[in-house]
């Protein structure tokens, strides 16, 4: 074997599955290095894809070429839509998967893509070499015309002394060469997991931390700290009474995560539903002396909006109970896994409080929950491209840079893979904006914002969520992911079809005339205020209450209209009626985000000396400094840097 590849990807887990495959469908021969080749893209905490904001992430992976989206498709055991009572731009969904079905597809996937090798092993060390280059704005190797004369404090971007990836070194004593080198290493970066005052090195159960990594990118000048993640106790699912809880079942429409491919394929399972009581929390505080969160054993932070129930007992003291959610695992296996009751109590504490719930009276566990701490990298030193600024051909995603979920790490990891491999062929970085996707406002708030606990994404992040649905992720980002080669042809062809026909949908309820006397007594039926004079079929979309679908059998034009859609129908009628409900609240977002992008246009990276201007504040230039954002627009998202500040940098701009 020749161990010299273009790409190196650290890390098989979400992120660096995505990384591989988006790197080596685009022409860069890849390298995706694993502990354990049994355990690829491993759901280390709940066999779930999707959720609040979440969903929209998976389904702009999917429109950009990767995955994820297809590979929950074909393993899903329970699917939802949430959030239906609120507007489109709030539906997001989530499936539950089977666990072990979604490592093995995804590992087809893998073993099946062109350009790519997989090396089980463990690497120990990044090496790089000590280089002098003169990098562009944008931290890319190729040079730029300066768009800015040299006039006051602006100046153009100077070579300095800085260090490149040369490749990696493993526990087996394999160096494998590579100039762009992607780390996904999740929680295993000196990992270590509490159990009540038990600490076990690992960076999942039963298996070994990395020891070594993290200390060698740390030596490269690289920010290292800590962060905290848990996950709850497993159980078999044959001690539990399901008849004292209530069931949630999923549901069978035609929404899916990926815009290709077959419907989801699996049966359908239920969840369950309970809740804690006062007798459990009396029991779980008599063991917080032993938690680890509690006694000083844990300094760093956890994740805010996924509580253990040691905090949520602290948090919350007035709360009597707690939901829980009891979750199957996969469609052959009794394991449950149990929602809402992360732990780091001791086992005997975890197992008692449990066993005072009534379902759980005879109670029989797999595994106890754990916290787990490990290693991140200031998100901060990054570039919009995800490259580090510190090292070239450094790229890092996922949990190395502060997130949480599977999700946020696998939108992170595409967008290092495409970085990595266009980086090598001298072309601009593919960065998206916060108008264009949900990845693109994640990877904003890391290198802008950075983080101080680990980073979850929301709807409430998202200034242009209405921009943003997880109806329109093909609109926004099929076309620019086919332009440089990622998303495949069939994929481009399959949104060119789809956006014809909701053109022609939208075209046909703007000029077909509806007349009062035809529809009245259905517009009644339907609850729906009856016309006075004729209409346009659109004003009636557009009403609260009415749909294309319900509107069909009384204009039989639309009915017939709607019948020849040759395939995906449902999916199509959905978007067409989306667009133009909303087409007021879409079109103002667009024209605020066009407002906005003139900032986005002002390039300052690398011109400014941000010290030695005194007009700005104190924390501007410190934090101006450390970041050096690549435009104005981030400059002016930066917590610290005011509106004043940012008048000043424009003033200097102009002149």
């Not at 969903?55 to 999917?62: A, H, K, L, P």
Request: with cysteine; charged share 25%; net charge neutral.
């Amino acid at each position: 074997m020749e161990f010299k590849y273009d790409v190196v990807v650290v890390g098989a887990g979400h992120a660096g599955c995505e990384a591989a495959c988006a790197a080596a469908k685009l022409g860069a021969k890849t390298c995706l290095i694993t502990m354990d080749m049994n355990k690829i893209a491993q759901m280390s905490c709940n066999p779930a894809v999707g959720g609040i904001a979440k969903g929209q992430i998976v389904r702009e992976i999917d429109a950009l070429g990767g995955h994820m989206g297809e590979v929950t498709d074909a393993t899903a055991i329970q699917f939802r839509m949430l959030n239906r009572s609120k507007g489109p731009a709030m539906w997001s969904p989530r499936a539950q998967c089977d666990r072990g079905k979604f490592i093995w597809k995804w590992r087809e996937i893998l073993e099946n893509t062109q350009n790519l090798s997989i090396w089980q092993d463990q690497v120990e060390e990044l090496l790089t070499v000590e280089t002098k280059a003169a990098a562009s704005e944008d931290g890319f190797s190729h040079r730029r015309e300066n768009q800015f004369p040299r006039a006051g404090k602006l100046f153009p971007t100077s070579g300095k002394a800085k260090r490149s990836t040369v490749g990696v070194r493993t526990l087996l004593g394999v160096v494998i060469k590579a100039p762009c080198v992607i780390i996904t290493a999740g929680t295993f970066l000196n990992g270590l997991m509490h159990i009540g005052r038990t600490k076990i090195p690992g960076g999942r159960c039963a298996e070994l931390p990395s020891l070594h990594l993290s200390e060698s990118i740390a030596a490269c000048g690289i920010t290292v700290g800590r962060m905290k993640t848990g996950t709850p106790v497993r159980i078999d699912g044959r001690s539990v009474d399901f008849s004292l809880m209530q069931i949630q079942d999923g549901e069978s429409d035609f929404h899916k995560f990926s815009y290709m491919g077959e419907p989801r394929q699996l049966p359908q399972l239920p969840c369950w539903i309970t809740y804690t009581n006062e007798a459990v929390h009396e029991r779980l505080r008599a063991a917080l002396p032993d938690s680890p969160l509690y006694n000083g054993q844990i300094q760093s932070i956890g994740p805010r909006y996924c509580p253990s129930i040691e905090t949520k007992l602290v948090t919350f003291a007035e709360r009597t109970e707690h939901q829980l959610f009891l979750e199957p695992e996969g469609s052959s296996t009794r394991e449950l896994y149990l929602n809402g009751f992360s732990s780091s109590l001791p086992i005997d504490a975890q197992i008692e409080a449990l066993k005072l719930i009534p379902a759980f009276r005879d109670l029989q566990i797999y595994r106890p929950g754990y916290a787990i701490e490990y290693d991140y990298f200031d998100p901060t030193e990054l570039r919009h491209s995800l490259e580090s600024k510190k090292v070239e051909g450094l790229f890092l995603a996922g949990q190395v840079n502060g997130t949480t979920g599977y999700e946020e790490a696998a939108g992170q990891g595409l967008v290092a893979g495409v970085n990595a491999a266009r980086k090598l062929g001298g072309q601009e970085p593919f960065v998206m904006r916060r108008d264009e996707s949900y990845i693109g406002v994640l990877i904003d708030d890391l290198v802008t914002k950075g983080v101080d606990e680990p980073y979850r994404m929301f709807t409430s992040r998202a200034e242009y969520r209405i921009l943003l649905r997880q109806d329109d992720a093909d609109a926004r980002l099929t076309e620019r992911s086919y332009s440089m080669g990622l998303a495949s042809r069939e994929r481009y062809d399959h949104w060119l079809s789809k956006k014809q026909t909701i053109s022609e949908i939208e075209d046909f309820c703007s000029s077909y005339s509806v007349k009062a006397a035809l529809i009245n007594e259905g517009l009644k039926a339907l609850g729906s205020e009856e016309l006075q004079r004729g209409c346009k079929l659109i004003d009636l979309v557009m009403r609260p209450g009415l749909s294309l679908s319900n509107l069909a059998p009384m204009i039989p034009a639309l009915k017939d209209k709607l019948h020849s859609i040759p395939d995906r129908r449902e999916e199509i009628i959905e978007a067409a009626e989306v667009r133009m409900k909303y087409s007021g609240y879409i079109r103002r977002e667009k024209e605020v985000a066009a407002k906005i992008q003139r900032l986005e246009d002002l390039r300052i990276k690398g011109r400014f000396h941000y010290e030695d201007i005194k007009s700005l504040s104190t924390e501007a230039r410190q934090k101006l400094a450390k970041i050096d954002p690549e435009t104005m627009a981030q400059a002016s998202r930066i917590p610290g840097v005011s509106p004043s500040d940012i008048n000043v940098l424009l003033v200097m701009m102009n002149r």
